[in-house]
């Protein structure tokens, strides 16, 4: 069964930083990424990256947030500085194999100002 499991979140005060991991069974993903979903509010994407360490961000996190993965370990990792409160919202893992989409359970970020 494929698996995406989170760790990592939490809180922190606003300037801090935050790293969360997400580990990867079963496949190996070509792409994989960082949604997030504040409440309220719709599911948006964070950040992305393909298997040769292409990575995509959203403009709300260029320059503060960085992904990465380790193919070795199946893993993907997003490095998060500079946090403001907006960056407050569950944070999803996500993959796709063969067009079916494939969730982490999602570990809460919180930022206080």
């Known amino acids: 069964q494929v698996q995406l499991v989170e760790s990592g979140g939490g809180l922190v005060q606003a300037g801090g930083s935050l790293r969360l991991s997400c580990t990867a069974s079963?496949?190996?993903?070509?792409?994989m990424g960082w949604y997030r979903q504040a409440p309220g509010n719709q599911r948006e994407l964070v950040a992305t990256v393909t298997i040769t360490g292409s990575t995509n961000y959203a403009d709300s996190v260029k320059g503060r947030f960085t992904i990465s993965r380790d193919n070795a370990k199946n893993m993907m990792y997003l490095q998060m500085n500079s946090l403001k409160p907006e960056d407050t919202a569950v944070y999803y893992c996500n993959a796709s194999f063969r067009s079916v989409p494939y969730w982490g359970q999602g570990p809460q970020v919180t930022v206080s100002s």
């Open positions: 079963r496949i190996i993903f070509s792409t």
